[in-house]
Every structure is written in structure tokens, then in C-alpha cells.
T-cell receptor, first 109, second 117 residues
Framework: GNSVTQMEGPVTLSEEAFLTINCTYT??????LFWYVQYPGEGLQLLLK?????DKGSNKGFEATYRKETTSFHLEKGSVQVSDSAVYFC????????FGTGTKLQVIP | GAVVSQHPSWVICKSGTSVKIECRSL??????MFWYRQFPKQSLMLMAT?????????EQGVEKDKFLINHASLTLSTLTVTSAHPEDSSFYIC?????????????FGPGTRLTVL
């Protein structure tokens, strides 16, 4: 079956640091890949997505590239802010959505 | 576009009572909606897939008689937690499969926090 593996958190960074959250997947077919963000007490918000190999999704300074050869979709941001503190979920969609376990990011001033 | 709402956003009830949670797609028709449960500090667990006009498909281990799902229209699905108990306390999130070109994407509601006393 399909699965998503994310790096475990929590990840604690200082403001303006570089962020990488690793995500790898296994899937049959050709899934779409997503990063969702969940702020405390709220539902999930789509952060970015990529629908085919080599696509790069980007939003709010975050980027992730759909790498079919390494089955990865790592999330990156060049300079994090305190407001980026949240839980980040990697997910793939192929008929159903399969989520990773989530990575909590804490950015300290 | 593609906005999903949930109501209520939070609810507190007594043990043994039933609670209904609504999930609406506000600006598109959703033939398929999904219900998830999220425990504290954990990922989302898919409970069931709700198809308009037909019975929901439940994931293994989810009690059909306890979590009743009705998808009576293309914009509304409801989850009823029957005879709720404290262990049912959780964050329930619905999503709807997107229209047209976004068919492979799900749009999530803001979630409903259920607390059973």
C-alpha cells in the first residue's frame, strides 16, 4: 500500500534559520504530493503541492520538489519566522490521501 | 474557491448523548467527503469515506454503528457520534474531494473539537 515517512520532530530552529523537513513516500501509480500545515487548535491548510515528477510546489517562501527517482518531497524554507511554528504534514494522494505522522516545528526568536 | 466548513467548531457533551457534526462544501459540489480523527500530537486517521447518495465506506477498526455518516446532498455530509463516551473525545476533521482538475486534492474543514464529559 501507499505510505509516507516524515522525519520525526520536534524541530527547533532560531528565527531566520534554514529549514528542511524530509519526506519520502512509497506509492503505486502516479500520486500527487502535498504539504499541509496545522496551526495549534486549527484544521489543515494546504501549503503547497506538486502533481507530477520534477514539479516544484512553492508558497509563502516554502518549496518542495517532486523527486520520483528518490521518491522524496522534502520541504524547505530559506529563512523561517516565529509565525511558521506549526505542525507540517506530508501527504500523497492517489484515490485516498495518505498522511505522514507530522513534524512539529518550533521557531524561537 | 474550494472552501469546506464544519459546524460546530467545538462541542462539549455528556457521556451517553449523541453529537452531530456537519461538513459542508461551500462553493463546489463534493461527491466524496472524508472523515478523519486526530488524537493529540498525532497524525490524521481516516475513519470513513462518504459518497453522496450511498453508504459510507469505513476503515478497518471504525465502528459503523457508533460513527454514523450521512451524505445526503452534494454539499453536506454529517458525522453523528452516538452514545458518546470520554474516549471519543478528539478532533474530528472532514475533507472534500476537489472539483474538476483538483479531483486528486482534498480540501479540509477547520475541524471540530469534541469533548465528552
Amino acid at each position: 500500500g501507499n505510505s509516507v515517512t516524515q522525519m520525526e520532530g520536534p524541530v527547533t530552529l532560531s528565527e531566520e534559520a534554514f529549514l528542511t523537513i524530509n519526506c519520502t513516500y512509497t506509492a503505486t501509480g502516479y500520486p500527487s504530493l502535498f504539504w499541509y500545515v496545522q496551526y495549534p487548535g486549527e484544521g489543515l491548510q494546504l501549503l503547497l503541492k506538486a502533481t507530477k515528477a520534477d514539479d516544484k510546489g512553492s508558497n509563502k517562501g516554502f518549496e518542495a520538489t517532486y523527486r520520483k527517482e528518490t521518491t522524496s518531497f522534502h520541504l524547505e524554507k530559506g529563512s523561517v519566522q516565529v509565525s511558521d511554528s506549526a505542525v507540517y504534514f506530508c501527504a500523497l494522494a492517489y484515490q485516498k490521501v495518505t498522511f505522514g505522522t507530522g513534524t512539529k516545528l518550533q521557531v524561537i526568536p | 474557491g474550494a472552501v469546506v466548513s464544519q459546524h460546530p467548531s467545538w462541542v462539549i457533551c455528556k457521556s451517553g448523548t449523541s453529537v452531530k457534526i456537519e461538513c459542508r462544501s461551500l462553493d463546489f459540489q463534493a461527491t466524496t467527503m472524508f472523515w478523519y480523527r486526530q488524537f493529540p500530537k498525532q497524525s490524521l486517521m481516516l475513519m470513513a469515506t462518504s459518497n453522496e447518495g450511498s453508504k459510507a465506506t469505513y476503515e478497518q477498526g471504525v465502528e459503523k454503528d457508533k460513527f454514523l455518516i450521512n451524505h445526503a446532498s452534494l454539499t453536506l455530509s454529517t458525522l453523528t457520534v452516538t452514545s458518546a463516551h470520554p474516549e471519543d473525545s478528539s478532533f474530528y476533521i472532514c475533507s472534500a474531494r476537489g472539483p474538476g482538475p483538483t479531483y486528486n486534492e482534498q480540501f479540509f474543514g477547520p475541524g471540530t473539537r469534541l469533548t465528552v464529559l
